[in-house]
Nanobody, 127 residues
């Protein structure tokens, strides 16, 4: 499956953005989907995950309460709605997929257990 993230941009602190990730070339509804981000000089960091059917979600503590992951299987797209953005949210945001739901937080946060990394989208939050 190929994934393409979009929707990034420059936003002031406190603002909101909705990122999208469009999938092609696979059966999207079979995949659990996740969002990661990578700031300059830092490791890739888990942000959020959603189950294949959309009924289960999981968030990193850093974005919990400020972000919502959702998906539209009819459109082969997963979304990440972010609000109350902070300068530390500045990063390139990536989406990825996996066939099995994470066994726990460590599994969710391990980039090696996710696949099909596409081109990310840059989010810049100004103070």
């Amino acid at each position: 499956v190929q994934l393409q993230a979009s929707g990034g941009g420059l936003v002031q602190a406190g603002g909101s953005l909705r990122l999208s990730c469009a999938a092609s070339g696979g059966t999207f509804s079979r995949y659990h989907m996740g969002w990661f981000r990578q700031a300059p000089g830092k490791e890739r960091e888990f942000v959020a995950a959603i189950s294949a059917g959309g009924g289960t979600t999981f968030y990193a503590d850093s974005v919990k309460g400020r972000s919502t992951i959702s998906r539209d299987n009819a459109k082969n797209t997963v979304y990440l709605q972010m609000s109350s953005l902070k300068p530390e949210d500045t990063a390139v945001y990536y989406c990825a997929e996996r066939a099995t739901w994470p066994a726990g937080p460590s599994s969710a946060a391990d980039p090696r257990q996710w696949n099909s990394w596409g081109q990310g989208t840059l989010v810049t939050v100004s103070s």
